[in-house]
């Protein structure tokens, strides 16, 4: 991945894609939440925010452990980091985690994931994917996460299935090409801009 690509990529993490960068088809993941969709989008684009940073390390080949100061406490504690932020008092977002990671588990017939674990699949030379969009469906009932596979119907991904749970999914399908106007044609839960 050069830095133009990865540049590109956490600038999606914050805001809706230019139409223009789109290509024909994207991967279409279809996600049932609990709560407000803009509250499921702001998890998921904070966790993904610090996960891409991480990967886009220079010294991230290399290392044998990730740092991980920037993954929301709450992420980092349903996936295993115990006893980080000591004193720290649980909060919602904790309790969303911890439902969806049991959910994940119970669906996906996988053990939960340890945290060093998920951050090293987002090795940007080894990702068969690039974050797109998360966006509210036209009729409001569901949210959908995008992503560029650059075509292929079938990307390694689970990591995202994680994500997506413990965010506050509570149902997740598998992924499916969609022509680029489905995406266009839904809202965006996207955050303020952002400097890179």
């Known amino acids: 991945m050069t830095r133009r690509e990865r540049e590109i990529e956490l600038r999606r993490v914050h805001e809706r894609p230019s139409e223009e960068d789109s290509g024909r088809l994207l991967g ?17 684009r904070s966790v993904l925010w610090a996960a891409l940073n991480i990967a886009g390390d220079p010294g991230f080949e290399e290392a044998d452990e990730l740092p991980t100061e ?21 909060g919602p977002d904790d309790a969303v985690a911890e439902a969806g990671a049991s959910v994940y588990v119970s669906e996906r017939e996988e053990e939960r994931w340890g945290l060093q674990e998920w951050l090293f699949t987002f090795d940007p030379e080894n990702r068969s994917w690039l974050w797109w969009d998360v966006t509210e469906s036209a009729d409001g009932g569901t949210v959908s996460l995008w992503v560029d596979t650059r075509g292929e119907p079938v990307v390694g991904c689970e990591q995202l299935y994680w994500l997506a749970y413990t965010c506050g999914a509570h149902s997740v399908g598998r992924m499916f090409l969609e022509r680029v106007e489905r995406w266009q044609g839904e809202r965006s839960l996207a955050n303020k801009p952002i400097a890179l």
């Open 28 to 44: 279409r993941f279809e996600v049932a939440v609990d709560g407000a969709p803009e509250d499921y989008a702001r998890r998921l």
């Open 70 to 90: 920037t993954v929301p406490d709450w992420f980092a504690e349903v996936s295993g980091e115990h006893g980080r932020g000591a004193g720290r008092k649980p």
